[in-house]
């Protein structure tokens, strides 16, 4: 469903991403972690075609990122980092949006943003403007609006940064409900996150990949059978390599 | 790829409304042309039933108010982080380069509408040559969409509204001046005949100048509607390296 071969990014003399390359099949989550700077958010955007790499390739459902773009990028739900969107649009225009950019029309556009909002649990704050929403309903507008037209693929570059312990409970309750039926990446600084929610880990630092494998193997690594021991091993290792 | 482009078109034409952006354009639109043909042109003082006071200083207001129009196409999305968004979208960036262009051009030509007054007025005094005038605000229309179009490859520069503001207004500046004598003459005398010549075909005002005087010429049509296509193949041929991340 997505596979990531051997990407590289480079911004000036700074090596972003260095020959990282995984496979996602649906109905897996992978749980993609790092410390800031470790290239979670260039690699992801390589996927989602907002990036071109400069080696390697990224592909969609089968389609390149960067020669099929389009056709990948409508198999893809895509949440950037920081979840933007337009301040003076509702959440529910914001969906609307997104979706009729993407050919939808007629009672198909209404079906999908009533079912996006409800799924993103939005409520009444559905038709205030964004700008005068809390960070964490701000954050589930641009959820909504990256699964709105039900993608095989969902990239969420931390989808529950800056939400309180009960809409963490609710986005982590949306990814196991819609997990057997896409592919789902999510990147997170929490990692408690990861054995809750995802069934693969994937562990990066200076751009290269660390860790491929489940998060009960990934807690393994270490006496003290603990993600989070795991996590700081191994990238308190590249950081001091660096 | 036509919804796209229609979805982005909405989009952008309804964000023009949310926002005091629109209503502050057009009122001082509505208030400063009529104002530069009263006080500047002398509109009553010419005694003709023609609106050449408004046509006269018309593209020095569409100058400076058609980049504030433009400045927010890309700057805004760069600085929010929504260009992110849209990049993520499965629609060519030509439809969200023409797409941000024509909801600008529907509010430019919105504010052309609103002086329609004027219109009523040498109608009611006189009888004027509705076709010529008409002309005239084609060719209005046409100055704003050339103006419009390079202020949102400007845009495209930078995340400062402000920046692509200046630059916008620096550049239409320059177009509109190029064929005027003065720049001509700073050109230099020794200047080859051909440099003079192709200075002066850069200019917006010569190329106005013939719908303001009521004919409509293939030249001053290619001008325009060329202008327009090529800043808005800059504007997206920018945006599109964006992809590039600086390689």
């Known amino acids: 469903m997505l596979v990531a071969d051997s990407l590289v990014k480079q911004f000036g003399s700074f090596k972003a991403v260095e020959g990282v390359s995984f496979t996602l099949e649906r109905g897996e989550v992978l749980g993609f972690l790092g410390p800031n700077g470790a290239g979670k958010s260039t690699t992801m955007r390589m996927l989602a075609g907002c990036l071109e790499p400069d080696q390697g390739t990224a592909r969609i459902a089968g389609y390149d990122c960067v020669h099929d773009r389009l056709e990948a990028q409508a198999r893809l739900g895509y949440l950037p980092e920081g979840a933007p969107a337009y301040q003076a649009m509702t959440p529910r225009s914001f969906v609307a949006f997104g979706l009729r950019a993407r050919g939808f029309g007629g009672s198909a556009l209404k079906r999908a943003i009533d079912l996006a909002l409800e799924r993103a649990r939005l409520g009444d704050m559905a038709d205030r403007p964004i700008g005068t929403l809390s960070k964490g309903y701000k954050r589930r507008a641009a959820l909504a609006a990256a699964i709105a037209h039900d993608p095989a693929v969902l990239i969420l570059d931390e989808p529950t940064d800056g939400l309180d312990p009960n809409q963490k409970d609710g986005v982590r309750n949306l990814i196991r409900e819609m997990a057997p039926e896409k592919a789902i990446i999510i990147s997170t600084h929490i990692l408690e996150e990861v054995p809750a929610v995802c069934s693969r880990a994937i562990v990066i630092a200076g751009g290269r990949l660390l860790f491929d494998g489940t998060p009960h193997d990934l807690a393994h690594t270490t006496e003290s059978r603990s993600v989070e021991t795991a996590f700081r091993e191994m990238t308190r290792a590249v950081e001091h390599r660096s | ?247």
């Not at chain 2, 006071?53 to 433009?70: E, G, N, Q, R």
């Not at chain 2, 380069?97 to 219109?119: D, E, I, R, S």
Request: aromatic share 12%; charged share 10%.
């Open chain 2, 1 to 247: 790829m036509m919804k796209a482009l229609h979805a982005v078109y909405r989009r952008e034409l309804t964000s023009y409304f949310q926002t005091p952006l629109a209503y502050v354009f057009l009122a001082v639109f509505a208030l400063t042309a009529p104002a530069f043909a009263f006080h500047v042109g002398r509109f009553f003082d010419t005694n003709r039933a023609d609106l050449a006071p408004l046509f006269d200083y018309l593209p020095w207001l569409l100058v400076v108010l058609m980049p504030a129009l433009a400045m927010r196409s890309w700057a805004e999305e760069r600085d929010r982080g929504t260009l992110e968004f849209v990049m993520a979208l499965p629609m060519p960036l030509w439809a969200a380069t023409c797409g941000k262009f024509l909801a600008a051009w529907t509010v430019a030509a919105a504010a052309l509408l609103l002086t329609f007054p004027m219109w009523i007025a040498v109608n009611y005094l006189g009888s004027p040559d509705n076709a010529a005038i008409a002309t005239g605000y084609l060719g209005a229309i046409l100055m704003a969409g050339g103006y419009l179009a390079v202020g949102q490859a400007l845009s495209a520069t930078t995340s400062n509204q402000v920046i692509a503001f200046v630059l916008g207004t620096a550049a239409s500046f320059l177009l509109t001046m190029a064929g005027l004598p003065i720049v001509l003459a700073a050109v230099g005398e020794e200047a080859p005949v051909f440099v003079s010549e192709f200075i002066a075909g850069l200019s917006a005002l010569e190329h106005y100048n013939g719908f303001r005087f009521g004919v409509i010429s293939l030249p001053d049509l290619v001008y325009f509607v060329g202008l327009i296509a090529a800043a808005l193949s800059c504007a997206g041929l920018l945006i599109a390296d964006r992809r590039g991340g600086g390689r």
